[in-house]
């Protein structure tokens, strides 16, 4: 989870890669309309969210035991907690980073529909996992293999 640009679908295969599981990219799971919403520059609401978010579950669900990773922004606490109801197994990995970084990173994307100029919409929005959440939080100020190393060693805990 995190923010645009932060470098989820990277770290997100990279680690299914290592735990030999399946991986889906949340941005498979949105509509056409939401599509064309962030293509136009223009912030999806939470009611944009909601199938969106059920997709997402609807795929963990399908893993079932043997698991998967799949990204997924959950930039708020409600999101997180719609995706995490009824699915005691699914650990939240936090990917962030100096906005500065990120906001780099997303700039220079080519063929994404997610625009750089949506990039203060997704802060505004952020709401960092509490502890009680017990999400991994990793800097991604590293090459992509330090992180999904560190990601792996709090995973094996």
Not at 37 to 65: F, N
Not at 74 to 85: E, I, P, Q, T
Not at 107 to 121: E, I, Q
Request: with cysteine; net charge negative; hydrophobic share 45%.
């Amino acid at each position: 989870m995190g923010v645009s640009g932060v470098g989820k679908s990277t770290i997100g295969q990279g680690l299914a890669a290592a735990l030999g599981a399946p991986f889906a990219d949340a941005d498979a799971f949105h509509p056409p309309a939401n599509v064309a919403k962030m293509s136009a520059g223009t912030p999806l609401t939470d009611d944009d969210r909601w199938p969106w978010l059920d997709a997402i579950g609807t795929w963990l669900d399908a893993r079932g035991e043997a698991g998967g990773v799949v990204t997924c922004s959950a930039l708020k606490r409600v999101y997180r907690d719609r995706l995490l109801a009824g699915r005691p197994g699914v650990r939240l990995l936090y990917l962030h980073g100096d906005p500065a970084l990120v906001m780099a990173r997303q700039a220079a994307r080519v063929n994404h529909f997610m625009p750089a100029s949506l990039m203060a919409s997704q802060y505004a929005t952020l709401e960092p996992p509490g502890a009680d959440e017990a999400a991994i939080a990793l800097e991604v100020d590293d090459e992509p293999a330090a992180i999904v190393a560190a990601a792996l060693k709090h995973l094996t805990r």
